[in-house]
């Protein structure tokens, strides 16, 4: 079956500019998480959900990160007010559980470039 | 400190060496363990998991989990080429509500035909 998607694969846009980044997880993952990787770095954990609902945000950096689920399956992370330091990849996962023994699935990424 | 800590190398092997990978991590509520691999460029690809202390092999990968010294080993045996990538070590902690891995920055791995 098809993998986690993400879209756009790259995104380039200015300081002060609004983005959305959009995720399409493996079909019946209830979990999904928004992880953010900087070059040399491992991916940071952002936010995650369990359905429709954020059950952990406590990785968004500041206000203008949001992301939203709204019908419990494709998520979209949207960041306001664009900074330079936001430039990294934006990796989504998602899993059919969530102990300690269920794997995340990882999509392609996007790449956001804040100029 | 972080969380999570890993050398990022890179660590240089031999072709058909065995290649050890090191991970420690502060966090004692931290219930398993998850070791990626990530070609450059590309997306995080599980190679294994583990939540008991001991070994768990699984083909030419055996992970090592000591919780008593907070640490966590990846041994690739017969190392290839094709081995040659960034190895992310991943805890995982659950609780009130939170379901999160926490990364360290990666080992990268050279394998040397």
């Known amino acids: 079956g098809a993998g986690v998607s993400q879209t756009p694969s790259n995104k380039v846009t200015e300081k002060g500019k609004y983005v959305e980044l959009r995720c399409d997880p493996i079909s019946g993952h209830t979990a999904l998480y928004w992880y953010r990787q900087s070059l040399g770095q491992g991916p940071e954990f952002l936010i995650y959900f369990q359905g429709t609902g954020a059950a952990d945000d406590s990785g968004l950096p500041n206000d203008r990160f949001f992301a939203v689920r709204p019908e419990g399956s494709v998520s979209t992370l949207k960041i306001q007010r664009t900074e330079r330091g936001d430039s990294a990849v934006y990796l989504c996962a998602s899993s059919s559980g969530t102990s300690g023994r269920d794997e995340q699935f990882f999509g392609p990424g996007t790449r956001l470039t804040v100029l | 400190q972080k969380e999570v800590e890993q050398n990022s190398g890179p660590l240089s092997v031999p072709e058909g060496a065995i290649a050890s990978l090191n991970c420690t991590y502060s966090?004692?509520?931290?219930?398993?363990f998850f070791w990626y691999r990530q070609y450059s460029g590309k997306s995080p690809e599980l190679i294994m998991f583990?939540?008991?202390?001991g070994d768990k092999e699984d083909g030419r990968f055996t992970a090592q989990l000591n919780k008593a010294s907070q640490y966590v080993s990846l041994l690739i045996r017969d190392s290839q080429p094709s081995d040659s990538a960034t190895y992310l070590c991943?805890?995982?902690?659950?609780?009130?509500?939170?379901?999160?891995?926490?990364f360290g920055k990666g080992t990268k791995l050279s394998v040397i035909p």
């Open positions: 583990i939540y008991s202390n």
């Open positions: 966090d004692r509520g931290s219930q398993s």
């Open positions: 991943a805890g995982y902690k659950s609780g009130a509500g939170s379901y999160q891995l926490t």
